[in-house]
T-cell receptor, first 115, second 116 residues
Framework: SQQGEEDPQALSIQEGENATMNCSYK?????LQWYRQNSGRGLVHLIL?????REKHSGRLRVTLDTSKKSSSLLITASRAADTASYFC???????????????FGTGTRLTIIP | DTEVTQTPKHLVMGMTNKKSLKCEQH?????MYWYKQKAKKPPELMFV???????INESVPSRFSPECPNSSLLNLHLHALQPEDSALYLC???????????????FGSGTQLSVL
């Protein structure tokens, strides 16, 4: 079963608007990461938030983490056409040992920015 | 160089063929991964190599055989695949700092595999 469920599955917004996508997970985590994937190709790491952090910023990205609710959100501000992609949350629940971590991806949100 | 390079980008093979997917990185990363991704689904972990040793096998069928010849290379040997094995195969690597992991993964662009 999936560790992460993302909501919504698809989102279309006008360029310049903000986009928010949510991720819920089931078990305790070491950290939660967000990745972007363009057109079914490789994934690109966006941001990582650790289990003892509540909010993190990187450029136009803002990530929050609520471990009590087992949920995270990714906010992209002032969206651009180039932000059109699929966005995946990924949870790290592995043993704290190099090479034995398992990064499990959520179901993904397909974001379309309308110019 | 912050790239993970995968070859080939596309591969079509019959069910009786033997083929190999290749992955290369020159970032000094000591963990390398194979993921499988079906269309409109998230990537699913197949194998993890740590310091050239297989550390995780997610109960992958034996028709998929991974190999890590050295710290920069990762192969996935394919034999007697089924049409349902058609998918995007992604390679990734992660960094080692004195054996303390950096959890961020660097992905290649993937190999789109079609099994006929």
């Amino acid at each position: 079963s999936q560790q992460g469920e993302e909501d919504p599955q698809a989102l279309s917004i006008q360029e310049g608007e903000n986009a928010t996508m949510n991720c819920s997970y089931k078990t305790s985590i070491n950290n939660l990461q967000w990745y972007r994937q363009n057109s079914g190709r490789g994934l690109v790491h966006l941001i990582l938030i650790r289990s003892n952090e509540r909010e993190k910023h990187s450029g136009r990205l803002r990530v929050t983490l609520d471990t009590s609710k087992k949920s995270s959100s990714l906010l992209i501000t002032a969206s651009r056409a180039a932000d059109t992609a699929s966005y995946f949350c990924a949870t790290d629940v592995g043993v704290w040992d190099f090479g034995n971590e398992k990064l499990t991806f959520g179901t993904g949100t397909r974001l379309t920015i309308i110019p | 160089d912050t790239e993970v390079t995968q070859t080939p980008k596309h591969l079509v093979m019959g069910m009786t063929n033997k083929k190999s997917l290749k992955c290369e990185q020159h970032m000094g990363h000591r963990a390398m991964y194979w993921y499988k991704q079906k269309a409109k689904k998230p990537p699913e972990l197949m194998f993890v190599y740590s310091y050239e040793k297989l550390s995780i096998n997610e109960s992958v069928p034996s028709r998929f055989s991974p190999e890590c010849p050295n710290s920069s290379l990762l192969n996935l040997h394919l034999h007697a695949l089924q049409p349902e094995d058609s998918a995007l195969y992604l390679c990734a690597s992660s960094q080692d700092r004195d054996r303390v992991r950096d959890e961020k993964l660097f992905f290649g662009s993937g190999t789109q595999l079609s099994v006929l």
